[in-house]
């Protein structure tokens, strides 16, 4: 793969994901195929979380004041919050904030809502835009000004063990999302200078984009009662005493569509999975000076066929070469093709060509079992090109003893380093900056008698450590 | 029914639609029961616009200049933009409009876009939130500072003829969608006074709220030319010279939500169509003594079932008197309640009670045909409302031939007045003041002979007037 920056922008580009022109640095637009793939990856996302969470939508704006309740939240946001400062011409009394983040437009209302034990736990999500003055170079989809596809996920709870087990649930939960999609990542507790601003503690997923640099695509919060004592969120216990609650949030961004374009593309363009694609299959005619007629007949009769059992499939009947064809249509990551030829029809079959291995196969055209031909076909892919990801993305997990070697591996090879770590936060920072690298976060305990990497004291966690985006 | 202000704001909190206490005026939080109505109300209007249309999302922040290229345009929008005047601690050299709406967000990039006459038509859709410092009374989902659902197409062709055809496609697209909503309307060309800023004309559909003022529900915008000529988006035709293009737009927002609960409901609450209700059917079981458990399950059973056919079902198994879940549901405008106790499950019958007019029946439980029964029911349910709310709404039309008529029947029963205009601002705006009414458009020509109700002058149109929101 050429690198991989240069490749990002330009599939964004040629497979009309977002367009990077709009005269706003950092602010984009999705283009039809690229809201399409958003769609069908947001819609994964609500089934899961639509068993148990109950979706809302609050203000984008948040009044200055309660944006300033939580001391510490509004430290790590202040110097990337936009300002609406005017309303028409006159200058506003009070200037509003463009949420951030939307714990401070949230839970103000929670301070009301939340009453009685009985009514926790509550679970409650949006899909929502927020804002964030970068001043880091800005990347589409990865670094944005406008995040377009906030999923925030904030819940209430009655005690801090169900709170903890919220976390664990939303990890749960992030779990199973990715792997619909075929992406893989670590999991991790982020080192406490590198927590959500106000969070108890943040476990945080971690992929890995093909230029050996990781990129968070998740995080989970367990909030304790910060927030709860700040807004004042209480309920009435079992014995008529008020407590304040405790309370998770957890949340993702576009950046999960950047993994999904990033981490399954290659040389020929984007490699989308059936489970996202706009189209899960074309169609393409092979067409000979003969019996033109019966192919596009037949190709339409497939068509509809497919159609009619809730594929998303085109036919391409463009009168141009099936090469060029063929071009289009991986560069745009369609999963699968379908070619039908005249002999095709006279040997009831259908070429079927992959377009995560570029297998070729010859399908049995029986009305009777092609549906569940393809349908299986169609899990295949899914799952290989799962395997797939999981496989590279393992390859590039390493376990490393030395400093030295963490800069060598780092220069020749990119990608996640596992190693011992006392867990002190100065020792993590002056290894962050010797080796150039993030501590993304703790995984587990080190064995008993392994010493820290870094300061060669007694090594209490297993960390993992990056460069990251 | 009560005073319908203040029905309408206790139904959005007791059916919790709406939570009104975000502390920014005008704007609020959509809550779980609202959402689902927002979103079932959303996927009828996306079904049909996706048949041609592309969806798309465009930021949100429109920069000063931009916003400004359209004179006529951002004189309408001045004086109640916000702006965005601040990144972080930082003055930003070009402030922000929020989008009030989105013409100069998209424009300039459908200049970019369009490129030859093979590229037209061109249509696109979005659903964002826009906003607009409205200085009158706010009123949740009818004047909003936060207008949460923006529904806005924008549509570029090669002449003028297309783009008026795309305005009547416009217009039979919102006449389908208000169809499935059973939302009564009037079409009508309003005044040059009152179009949108920038338009050469624009068509509106217009409702009726129960204190007898029109609500407007849908606009559709023919726009000439005069954006192309502004964002210069040109097309190169046959011949190779380069033409402006031709331009429409229409939209609709949060008040179709208010029509559909102001029109349908009623002193006992909410009453929704199956098309958008949260839970189409709630079934209730009616527990004696005994056999209370035979109940409860098939009850279970028959919930299963419904769910299984793609009902939005819930099944009532609290420990409360059954009276107090019908107040309950009736009051969420549950459109269908099922009813089983011991001696219909022996008869096998279920009671099911409309919602929409009360009408109670023994249904045969027969497997073979049940849901089927129930499918026609629903279908009947919302021809019904519909049908209810037309005979409604052309009642409270008034055809009226004297100004002091007008003042008579506008103090006394309200709705909307036909009457024959000349078409003149003046007179349009001097009758506009003297009666307290707004000129809603034009609907035909007058009949030849036909004069003025305000100035005697021959009239030319029929049109028609009302008190508005």
Redesign the interface.
Known sequence: MTEFSEWFHNILEEAEII?T????KG??????QG??I??HTLNILKEILDEDH????????I?ED?LAKEAIHVKGF?????????????ELNKK?A?RPTSET?MY??FS?WVRSHTDLPMK?YQVV?TFR?E?KHTRPLIRVR?I?TFTEAHTVHATREEADMQVKRAIEIYETFFHELGIPYTISKRPEWDKFPGADYTMAFDTLLPDGKTLQIATVHNLGQTFAKTFNITYEALEGEHEYAYQTCYGLSDRVIASIIGIHGDEAGLCLSPAVAPYQMVIVPIIFKKGGEEVLDFCRKLEEKLKGEGFRVHFDDRDIRAGKKYYEWEMRGVPLRLEVGPRDIANKKVVTVRRDNGEKEFMDFNPETFIEDITSLMEKINIDMNKKAWKSFEDEIRTVESIEEVKKTMDELGGIISFDWCGDESCGKDLEETAGVDVLGIQSESEDGKVCMNCGKPAKHVALMAKTY
Not at 21 to 24: E, G, H, L, S
Not at 54 to 61: A, D, G, K, R, T
Not at 79 to 88: A, K, L
């Open positions: 367009d022109r709009y005269p706003i602010m984009h637009v999705w283009l039809p809201f399409k958003r769609k109950e979706e809302v939508l609050f203000p984008l704006l009044p309660e202040e110097s990337e919050v936009y300002w609406v400062t005017h309303g028409g011409l006159t509003f463009l437009a103000p209302m009301l409650f835009n003055y001043t406008e377009t």
